[in-house]
């Protein structure tokens, strides 16, 4: 059986860094924004080239605190991708405003830049451009499009830890930065976590205050804040594998273009395209087919992970059906009827890919 990501395999390459760091949390017993909590941030804000990095609990509440600490409120528009894990959009729901959806570009499935300057209006506060599977939004005219019409943006770095647009980080180009540290991405801890990135100090210590309680001062409050801390076991995981990032990210590029070289020579199969503009990391390997159905049968019977991300944009979703009636956004719908993602991790063989392609190729020569 070849998964869609062997954590385990991870997990025993680094099991004595993370054994032995986990002991000594454990002993010092500062289990609440503690040393590590601290160590990561301040290593992750290094790593990323940004000024703040502020841990919490997850990567759905990375993007609501970023949101509500940018001020966007009930009423508001948030311009965003629907093809992308609800998350995005539950974050702009969160804090009362309305989520707005734009179409896809058909080869990176991120949010058509072209596309977004006829869905402002005078209730457009922001937009969340979504770094998909790994593949950098074009922030250039993104960025350009949001300061002729004074907008915040905040990216959505789930998918994209390690990610380039040009010399900066993802995380590192908007106004603030949203990162998951799920166990299956880039960058994974054993359980959940999170955090926003930003230059941003007055932003920086709004999201610190409202991830403990709206405090910064112990039992003292100045705003309504949640209880969205990262745990400091899942610091002391993070700390380690940070280190092993760039081997990590090189792991899963290496396996992704092994399998575009060879679905490239297949019909009816679209591989990833890259955009060149950035740094591809792949946290998924997503391609296009009408014979998707047939390649995920081949698939499971030779026991072969796979998966749908996503089946159903979010525009279709009967949770945004108040503000989406009739819309329709046909690029999106399109990409979700033909997607398939293989397995990607680092840990991935040549001769696991080779299997892979292999399936793949008698199936669509059937």
């Given at each position: 059986m070849i998964p869609m990501v062997d954590l385990k395999g991870q997990y025993l390459s680094l099991k004595h860094e993370i054994d032995s760091g986990l002991l000594a949390a454990l002993e010092n017993t500062q289990f609440i924004l503690g040393p590590n909590v601290q160590g990561f941030e301040q290593e992750a804000a290094a790593y990323l080239g940004v000024e703040h990095a502020i841990s919490c609990a997850n990567g759905?509440?990375?993007?609501?605190?970023?949101?509500?600490?940018?001020?966007?409120?009930?009423?508001?528009?948030?311009?965003?991708?629907?093809?992308?894990?609800?998350a995005t959009a539950e974050a702009i729901r969160y804090v009362g405003a309305i989520p707005v959806f734009v179409d896809i570009d058909p080869q990176t499935f991120n949010l058509n830049v072209e596309l977004i300057e006829a869905a402002i209006t005078p209730r457009t506060k922001g937009i969340i451009p979504v770094h998909l599977f790994g593949q950098p939004v074009d922030m250039t005219?993104?960025?350009?499009?949001?300061?002729?019409?004074g907008l915040m943006v905040i990216e959505d770095c789930a998918q994209s830890f390690g990610a380039a647009y040009g010399e900066k980080m993802t995380g590192a180009i908007g106004l603030a930065g949203c990162h998951s540290f799920f166990p299956s991405k880039n960058l994974g801890c054993y359980g959940d976590g999170g955090m926003i990135t930003t230059n941003n100090a007055q932003l920086a210590e709004i999201l610190r205050m409202l991830r403990n309680h709206g405090s910064n001062v112990r039992y003292q409050h100045d705003i309504i804040g949640y209880n969205s801390r990262l745990d400091e076991l899942q610091a002391v995981i993070l700390r380690v594998k940070l280190k092993h990032i760039e081997q990590f990210n090189a792991g899963r590029r290496r396996a992704a273009h092994r399998y575009s070289a060879g679905l490239a020579q297949m019909p009816d199969v679209t591989p990833p395209f890259e955009d060149r503009k950035g740094r591809h990391v792949y946290h998924q390997y997503t391609l296009l087919s009408p014979k998707r159905k047939a390649i995920q049968e081949a698939l499971n019977q030779a026991q072969v992970a796979n998966a749908i991300y996503y089946p159903i944009p979010l525009h279709q979703q009967k949770a945004f059906a108040d503000s989406c009636v009739g819309k329709k956004l046909p690029v999106s719908e399109k990409v979700a009827a033909e997607c398939l993602s293989l397995p990607v991790y680092p840990e991935l063989a040549d001769e696991q890919v080779d299997q892979i392609l292999d399936i793949i190729s008698k199936t669509i020569a059937k």
């Open positions: 759905t509440d990375a993007l609501h605190l970023a949101v509500r600490a940018a001020g966007i409120k009930e009423g508001d528009e948030v311009i965003t991708s629907p093809f992308t894990f609800i005219p993104l960025m350009a499009l949001a300061e002729k019409h």
